[in-house]
């Protein structure tokens, strides 16, 4: 489900350079696309594909807070590369 609809909203992106002249289009993607020029629509899914790991990070290990730091730490670096 979660893989899902990220796999829509980088559908949502690959067509917004296409769609982006539509005022409701604009609208709905906004969150995505907000913060970068319009030839750089691409650059809102690394932000979504961290953010879906970290949240992952409790569900591949509830137990061990040491390898939840870890882990988490692991793709915040990933993250800044």
């Known amino acids: 489900f979660v893989i899902g609809i990220f796999g829509v909203l980088a559908y949502m992106a690959w067509v917004a350079p296409r769609k982006i002249t539509e005022a409701g289009y604009r ?19 690394p932000l979504l594909l961290r953010s879906l790991l970290l949240a992952f990070v409790p569900v591949f290990e509830s137990s061990d807070g040491h390898i939840q730091f870890f882990m988490t730490s692991a793709i915040l670096t990933l993250g800044l590369a």
């Open 27 to 45: 609208t709905r993607i906004r969150f995505l696309i907000f913060k970068f020029r319009v030839d750089t629509w691409w650059f809102g899914l």
